[in-house]
């Protein structure tokens, strides 16, 4: 999904954030005005029917972003035992549910980053659409997908800039990534267990905030 930015059309890449209202509306979600917000109460409340009446929520709910400071491409998603709510804390996780379509991305995207991924829920994100749409709507798999501004530290890219290519790539990779989950899966792939493994930092106190989920290279300031 990715959020509508009438900044965007009438003040450029400086107003990428904001809407004409002067908001940013990845902060809007929880309680979205439908005069002042429209995108955002209407996304919402399209998701919210799937959930509450049809009884057939989203498979995968993915936002797209920039990122101004860390690198690469990688995903922000939720993980109850990396809260900042303690109620949260006490519900078991399904690490599974939200690391596969990372590991996913980490074997078939050389743009994608695994260990620049983090899976923090943090109070001052409870308002943005990955945080309010797992909440509240019950969607495990809640990313924001960010591809940095500020290029490659990694991989066959390394050095380099995203360019239009890159994009459309890891576009067709998160496609083929999606196709690839089965919530039926009586059985996690081996070798996918193997790349998470290998980019977990296990955090001996869940929830303190000390580690994330994944091991991150730089504080996360946008979502």
């Given amino acids: 999904m990715h959020r509508g930015r009438e900044g965007v059309v009438r003040g450029g890449l400086p107003s990428h954030r904001c809407s004409l209202t002067n908001e940013d509306l990845n902060r809007r979600w929880c309680k979205p005005n439908p005069v002042l917000h429209p995108s955002i109460y209407h996304t919402k409340g399209l998701i919210e029917y799937l959930v509450r009446v049809w009884k057939k929520p989203p498979l995968v709910y993915c936002d797209y972003h920039g990122h101004s400071r860390k690198k690469n491409v990688f995903f922000y998603g939720c993980a109850g035992a ?22 996913l991305m980490h074997r078939i995207s050389p743009a994608f980053a695994l260990g620049s991924c983090s899976f923090r829920v943090e109070r001052e994100r409870e308002s943005t659409a990955r945080v309010t749409v797992w909440r509240h709507l019950g969607v495990t798999r809640s990313y924001t997908m960010e591809a940095s501004f500020c290029g490659f530290d990694r991989g066959p890219f390394k050095g380099f800039h995203l360019n239009t ?33 290998g980019e977990i930092a296990i955090d001996s106190e869940p929830g303190s905030g000390s580690d994330s ?3 991150t290279d730089s504080d996360e300031d946008f979502d």
């Avoid at 990396?82 to 590991?103: G, T």
């Fill in 165 to 197: 290519q890159h994009l459309q790539n890891v576009g067709s990779d998160f496609c083929e990534a999606l196709n690839g989950l089965n919530d039926n899966a009586t059985n996690v792939d081996i070798q996918l267990t193997k790349d998470i493994n």
């Fill in 213 to 215: 989920v994944l091991k």
């Fill in 82 to 103: 990396e809260s900042w709510c303690s109620n949260d804390r006490l519900v078991q996780d399904e690490p599974v549910k939200y690391l596969m379509l990372p590991a």
